[in-house]
């Protein structure tokens, strides 16, 4: 089975992508994959880390060695993306982490021929070895998120309940629409994805009822709360299903993975379960 490639975009900074691709992927791998006479097993997930930052990789505890995904994707010849996948402590759950010339990409890859299919043409031949694969993308709009969104299935944008959030998703439409008439291909809306949602600032309560009025069942029925545990997980280097198994956190992600799941044509093969965080392990 070749697995859906699920990017996270956003049209600005800061707003949670990296969080999400994260605790998505951990909360995903917490549960389990059933397919008809074979043993149940974990799912296998792969997070691919286009920011020049590799916060996925720490978030997971995951050391920055060479080869990174800057020599997948920036090297002529590329190195093959298998040889740059880690694993990291989640069982299941492997990274192929970002190196710190990815900052550079748009320059590097300025002359290269159909660049923007560099994502794709990188990713497809580790496709039947994953259940799911979930890329996050870097803050500024540029090849790489370019290259990811052809390379996507579906794409769930990230919107932050501290930001003026619909003017982002606008933009976002935008850069989806030119895509299908530049490239030819453009992916699913798996969803808007609400982030750091307060429980009571009337501002940020206004963001999620405005959107959910104006774009009804596309935004997913679960929003991420802000909750301080969310941001304190990654200083040990853990998701926050392992640092606070308890937390609003983890039970919004678990949640959402619960969704993703379905939108993305998984849930036959993962499940829902009653209570998703009860899997957490600490
Ligand atoms: N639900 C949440 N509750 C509390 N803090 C959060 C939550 N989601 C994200 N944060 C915090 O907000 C900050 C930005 O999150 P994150 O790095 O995931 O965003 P990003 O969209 O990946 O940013 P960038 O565009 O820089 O890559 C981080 O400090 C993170 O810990
Ligand atoms: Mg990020």
Same mark, same amino acid.
């Given at each position: 089975? *070749?697995?859906?490639?699920?990017?996270? =975009?956003?049209?600005?900074?800061?707003?949670?992508?990296?969080?999400?691709t994260v605790n998505?992927?951990?909360?995903?791998?917490a549960r389990e994959w059933v397919e008809p006479s074979i043993p149940t097993r974990a799912p296998r997930v792969l997070l691919v880390d286009l920011d020049?930052?590799?916060?996925? =990789? *720490?978030?997971?505890?995951?050391?920055?060695? *060479?080869?990174?995904?800057?020599?997948?994707?920036?090297?002529?010849?590329?190195?093959?993306? %298998?040889?740059?996948?880690?694993?990291?402590?989640?069982?299941?759950?492997?990274?192929?982490?970002?190196?710190?010339?990815?900052?550079?990409?748009?320059?590097v890859l300025a002359r290269r021929v159909a660049r923007e299919q560099l994502v794709a043409r990188a990713l497809a031949p580790l496709r039947d070895a994953y259940d799911l694969i979930l890329v996050d993308t870097p803050p500024?709009?540029?090849?790489?998120?370019? =290259?990811?969104? %052809?390379?996507?299935?579906?794409v769930v944008p990230i919107v932050s309940a501290?930001?003026?959030?619909?003017?982002g998703v606008l933009g976002l439409r935008r850069t989806l629409r030119l895509l299908g008439e530049e490239v030819g291909r453009t992916p699913h809306l798996?969803?808007?994805?609400?982030?750091?949602?307060?429980?009571?600032?009337?501002?940020?309560?206004?963001?999620?009822?405005?959107?959910?009025?104006?774009?009804?069942?596309?935004?997913?029925?679960?929003?991420?709360?802000?909750? =301080?545990? %969310?941001?304190?997980a990654p200083q040990y280097a853990r998701a926050v299903a392992d640092f606070a198994p308890d937390s609003a956190g983890a039970r919004d992600y678990a949640a959402f993975a619960t969704e993703l799941l379905d939108r993305v044509g998984l849930s036959e093969h993962v499940p829902p379960v009653e209570a998703a965080t009860a899997d957490a392990e600490s």
């Open positions: 089975m *070749s697995a859906p490639i699920v990017v996270f =975009a956003a049209h600005k900074g800061g707003v949670g992508k990296t969080t999400t998505t992927g951990r909360a995903v791998c020049g930052q590799a916060h996925v =990789a *720490s978030m997971l505890d995951v050391a920055r060695a *060479s080869p990174t995904l800057e020599d997948v994707l920036l090297e002529q010849p590329g190195v093959p993306a %298998v040889d740059a996948v880690r694993p990291s402590y989640v069982p299941g759950l492997d990274v192929l982490p970002a190196g710190e010339g990815l900052y550079d990409a748009d320059i500024q709009r540029g090849l790489l998120t370019l =290259a990811a969104l %052809v390379a996507a299935d579906y501290h930001h003026l959030a619909l003017e798996a969803g808007y994805l609400l982030t750091q949602v307060p429980h009571n600032e009337s501002g940020a309560r206004r963001v999620v009822a405005d959107m959910r009025a104006e774009f009804g069942a596309e935004v997913f029925a679960t929003a991420i709360r802000r909750n =301080a545990k %969310v941001a304190e």
